[in-house]
């Protein structure tokens, strides 16, 4: 069974930085991708970085420049450095894994970034 778990969210100051991380348990396809996703009260969950298992990267515009996807294969770990974060990053933070057959969620971890 595939499970993924994410940590390392918090409460943090406007300008601040927070690191997230996520693990993948379980059996899964190697040629694969993983993604951040977040979703703020009232609002879609919405992309915020993804990283294929070739480390091809592509971020939403808002996060561009202040955000950081990257993932440990052999570790089946995927990261996620933001910096300068704003309020209106203020949402749950989901990890998503994709492969041929399988998509999977993690619970969601709170990042609150304070004005």
């Known amino acids: 069974q595939v499970q993924l778990v994410e940590s390392g969210g918090g409460l943090v100051q406007a300008g601040g930085s927070l690191r997230l991380s996520c693990v993948v348990s379980g059996s899964i396809f190697s040629i694969n991708t993983m993604g951040w996703y977040r979703q703020a009260p009232g609002k879609q969950r919405e992309l915020v970085a993804v990283?294929?298992?070739?480390?091809?990267?592509n971020y939403a515009d808002s996060v561009k420049g202040r955000f950081t996807v990257s993932r440990d294969n052999a570790k089946k770990s995927m990261f996620l450095q933001m910096n300068s974060l704003k309020p209106e990053d203020t949402a749950v933070y989901y990890c998503n894994l994709k492969f041929p057959g399988g998509v999977y969620w993690g619970q969601g971890t709170q990042v609150t970034v304070s004005s």
């Open positions: 990283i294929s298992s070739t480390m091809s990267t």
